[in-house]
């Protein structure tokens, strides 16, 4: 059996994850109380139920009941029930101006208190800790529906219990800092093509920008530390049972330099039989 927890801040896009998870064949239930979890890991085994893959959505919305998630985690490790969880993440300001586009109440907004801003704080707070436990976490502030519905899916099609997967993850500082970075490394210290005209309109995914940053003397020096370093971190990230490790790169403004390392990154893990992938958060971003 299969068993997803998906959990995050409220309007960060679980009902996306969700819809994704149905699509490859999850068995979904939204905002059960966590106390029911061990309940519905006892599906698949009941006498003819053929359900093999099971997500239970657990957030605020179950207000103090939520304080049991990490005893029902703990239940669910005690029992030797398998499982993964799913934390959906967003910036406070991308959160703000998603609930007043669509007027849709915070579930720990208070009576007589018109500001958004202090819910969204004590959802925070009380989500850090499984927000911590979380075995993937998922920025969706510069990410759209569709694109958010494919990597949730791109996640659970196979099952990676046994393997890691590694997201070498591009982002232009300027946009903000990705809350889903488990490593982070800055590029700005490399010459930057954008300062050079024929360079600027092009990206890092193109030969002559990627040719440019990588061939640099400042580069050269800096990738055989950088890949160094993260071989040494995978082994001990897998041994604590991470099953996503993802590796954020970032340069000004995450077209050129960044996206460059990241395909230089995500190629030789690949070439080393670890499974990874680049996504480059900023690169169709407007400068």
């Given at each position: 059996?299969?068993l997803?927890i ?8 679980k ?8 699509d ?27 359900i093999s893959?099971?997500a ?11 304080f ?14 398998p499982?993964?969880?799913l934390?959906?993440?967003?910036s ?9 586009e ?10 007589g ?28 502030s ?9 990597r949730?899916?791109?996640m659970?099609l ?7 997967t ?5 982002f ?37 920008v ?20 993260v ?11 991470k ?12 077209k050129?330099r ?5 395909e ?8 080393k039989?670890?499974?990874a992938?680049?996504?480059?958060r900023?690169?169709?971003?407007k400068?």
């Amino acid at each position: 059996m299969e068993l997803v927890i998906v959990t995050g801040m409220s309007g960060a896009g679980k009902s996306q994850a969700v819809s994704a998870l149905e699509d490859i064949g999850y068995y979904c239930v939204d905002n059960i109380p966590p106390r029911l979890i061990t309940k519905f890991a006892e599906l698949p085994g009941e006498s003819g139920n053929r359900i093999s893959k099971v997500a239970l959505v657990i957030d605020v919305r179950s207000q103090e009941l939520f304080f049991e998630y990490a005893h029902c985690l703990d239940e669910l490790a005690r029992q030797r029930i398998p499982y993964r969880t799913l934390f959906l993440d967003c910036s406070d300001g991308e959160l703000f101006n998603r609930y007043k586009e669509t007027r849709r109440r915070h579930p720990l907004h208070q009576e007589g208190q018109p500001a958004i801003e202090p819910a969204i704080a004590r959802e925070r707070k009380l989500l850090a800790a499984a927000k911590e436990r979380a075995d993937f976490v998922v920025d969706s502030s510069h990410t759209g529906a569709i694109e958010l519905r494919a990597r949730v899916r791109e996640m659970f099609l196979d099952d990676a219990r046994d393997s890691m997967t590694v997201v070498c993850s591009s982002f232009g500082f300027k946009n903000g800092i990705p809350s889903d970075a488990d490593l982070l490394f800055d590029v700005r210290c490399l010459p930057n093509p954008f300062y050079v005209d024929e360079l600027r309109p092009l990206t890092g995914l193109d030969k002559p920008v990627r040719d440019y940053v990588l061939g640099s003397r400042q580069a050269k020096g800096l990738i055989p530390k950088l890949l160094d370093l993260v071989d040494y971190l995978i082994p001990l990230y897998r041994h604590e049972g991470k099953s996503q490790l993802v590796v954020s790169i970032g340069c000004t403004g995450g077209k050129h330099r960044s996206v460059a390392f990241c395909e230089l990154l995500a190629y030789d893990l690949a070439q080393k039989g670890i499974p990874a992938k680049a996504l480059h958060r900023d690169i169709n971003v407007k400068s």
